[in-house]
């Protein structure tokens, strides 16, 4: 093992055995219950679709149909469809029906927000 390697596996570990119980129980008594964080894995997992991504992105710009979205991502009305689908379930996406139109439009302001700041982060 190579001196970078040995220095990264040693900092990746605390060599003290004393549990800081004031922090512990600090951080306990804020923590979200089980079920508030399942369902933010669950809306992060939506997010690690590349397609569902370029789709939000999309509806950043204007509410658009299944077949203008199909159509900016060189994908099938089916593909783009079921992704919609998806992104509803999620509650980030809504849709709005104009005779046989049907426009999907972002759900709320948040959702830009939490885009902002990813990208922000990706950035820096």
Do not use: W
């Not at 605390?14 to 512990?24: A, P």
């Not at 783009?80 to 509803?88: A, E, G, N």
């Not at 709005?96 to 759900?107: M, N």
């Amino acid at each position: 093992m190579d001196r970078t390697s040995l220095d990264k596996a040693t900092m990746e570990y605390c060599s003290c055995t004393t549990i800081h119980e004031n922090i512990v129980n600090d951080v306990k008594k804020d923590m979200p219950n089980e079920e508030k964080l399942q369902n933010i894995a669950d809306l992060f997992k939506v997010f690690g679709d590349s397609t569902r991504i370029k789709i939000i992105y999309a509806l950043f710009k204007s509410e658009m149909c299944v077949c203008d979205i199909a159509s900016l991502l060189e994908m099938n009305q089916s593909a783009i469809s079921h992704q919609l689908r998806v992104l509803k379930q999620a509650r980030l996406v809504k849709y709005r029906r104009d005779g046989k139109v049907v426009y999907y439009s972002l759900d709320d302001d948040h959702i830009k927000g939490i885009f902002d700041m990813a990208a922000h982060h990706i950035d820096e």
